[in-house]
């Protein structure tokens, strides 16, 4: 009998520890719940996008890039004021990038304030130029210069050679674009609307004037 | 700087705490024993000092959970150009993580302190629980793990030349939990101690 007093002591000790600690990690978290909507990083839609780290050409020369100068984390949606970024994941080598990199540039010039007949927010097109581990597809920054320049692409190039913004992005295979809202998160990606055109996803998706 | 200051909130009773448990703690507690008559006892005082310093570390390491989460809403909340910005640390997708699982540091801390506090709770209803033993070392098991951590994210802070004084304070706790749980298995080998 005194037994079985002294098995129930240790497991009401043990219940009692476990429900006050269990209650006050479910306290935290329900606070934690209720007072933040957290965004996680990823590159699916509705995350946030990881950062791109490297040097970048912009006609000039190649200097640090800074992806978090692009975007305004207070931007609100239909705010029509805050500047997007469709950012390609390419490879000079690749012949796909190459037999879109016309209509690329293109886009670059439509979707610009610089454009009168375009009443949306500015798109800042970028291009991460990276090296497939395919034979052929050797590339240096002379190449992604020359890429740029044969194009007549005003937009910057992000060396991307050593693939580490290509792998933190999960980028299975070149092209692969992103259209990132103006407070970072993304919008759309090619590898989810395999069907749509980035152009028709930022009629689609950024908000105009008129609209 | 009003949320560096609201640091001290949470360091304080983690000092407190660790006054307890250092061998010192004696005649610091010995003003509040008709207060508290639980820090007597050599056993007594070594609890209440690591159940502060449990609840202390779990409420730390929830604000540090939290300022993670509203940093990737877009907001800030310890931004500065200074030395002491939390938010370069708790807001960089890739540091604020474990390598492996990809937890939050945040939410492994609150486990953690969490894990702590039920051992605490346990050992000062039922000191001698069958389990007793076994308590302290996973506590001290936990806690010492919890030191080559603390050593990955201090290099974190070297590289990237910022120190989050609210990780900080996580840190102390369980380095102060640490020495308590190393005392709290001392005593324990000492049975008549442990037994008072």
Redesign the interface.
Known sequence: MKIDVIEDENAAAVGNALIKVMSLFFIGIMIIAFTANPVSVGTNEGQRAPDIEGKYYNGSGWTEFDFSSYFNTSWQEGDVSGQWVVIEFMDTDCPYCQQTADEYGQFANTFSVNNPDWNGPHVNFLASATELDIQGHETDRAEIEKFRSDYNHNFPYIDDIDQDNMKEWGIPGTPNYFLIQPDGIIAWSSSEHQDEKVNDAIVRLVPRESA | MTSNLLVGAYLLPVLIGFLIVTPWGESFASSLTDRFPSLKSARGRLLSGLQLISLAG??VS?QT??I???I?????FCSSTSTFSCDDLLGN??LNVDPVLGLSWGLIG??TF??L???V??LK??HN??LSERFVSMGLLTTGIGLLVIGLLVSYEIQEEKICLYCTTAHIANIAAFVGFFRLKKLQEDNSEWNK
Request: glycine share 8%; no cysteine.
């Open positions: 779990f409420a929830t959970l939290w993670s989460s509203k990737s809403e877009g907001g800030s997708s890739k609150m486990a969490a894990l506090l039920f051992i709770l346990v209803q039922e629980h069958p």
